[in-house]
């Protein structure tokens, strides 16, 4: 039975020119596939400028949520920015390797206050996975206006 409904529907003309179009272009796509890192094209490359902004922009509100901490600014240093590495004997032709945060620098109104600064120091380092040495937490000067 449902060998003569298909046998129907590709003797329709129409469908079986849809149908062997949409085959020949699964076929195009998937040999294509083996020459062009499809991964590559679709994906978003940002420079470690970038990448490092984010991060600050991301650390700055999970910092800012912190009780006695008020205006606060964060400056991020990067050990390396970033590179594609080449791989053998993989199914992907490169891997993305983030750059690695070097050093912290959090300024904020409650820099002076040992609580904030040890909760602020451990958000620093579990949130980045970085070393408490790498991490500096201050108070934030007033700049008078004259």
């Known amino acids: 039975m449902k060998i003569n409904k298909i046998k129907s529907l590709l003797d329709n003309e129409k469908v079986f020119k849809i149908t062997v179009g949409v085959l020949i272009s699964i076929v195009v796509i ?10 590559s094209i679709f994906s978003k490359n940002i420079t470690s400028e970038e990448y490092c902004e984010v991060i600050e922009n991301k650390l700055l509100q999970v910092v800012s949520q912190i009780d006695g901490v008020g205006e606060a600014k964060i400056f991020l240093t990067m050990d390396n920015g970033g590179e594609n590495v080449y791989l053998n004997n993989s199914d992907t032709k490169t891997k993305s390797i983030e750059p690695t945060v070097r050093g912290v620098v959090v300024v904020c109104d409650g820099g002076d206050d040992a609580n904030v600064v040890s909760r602020v120091l451990s958000a620093v380092t579990k949130s980045l996975d970085i070393s408490s040495n790498k991490v500096c937490v201050t108070k934030l000067s007033k700049q008078t206006e004259e």
């Open 30 to 39: 998937i040999f294509l596939s083996s020459y062009v890192d499809l991964g």
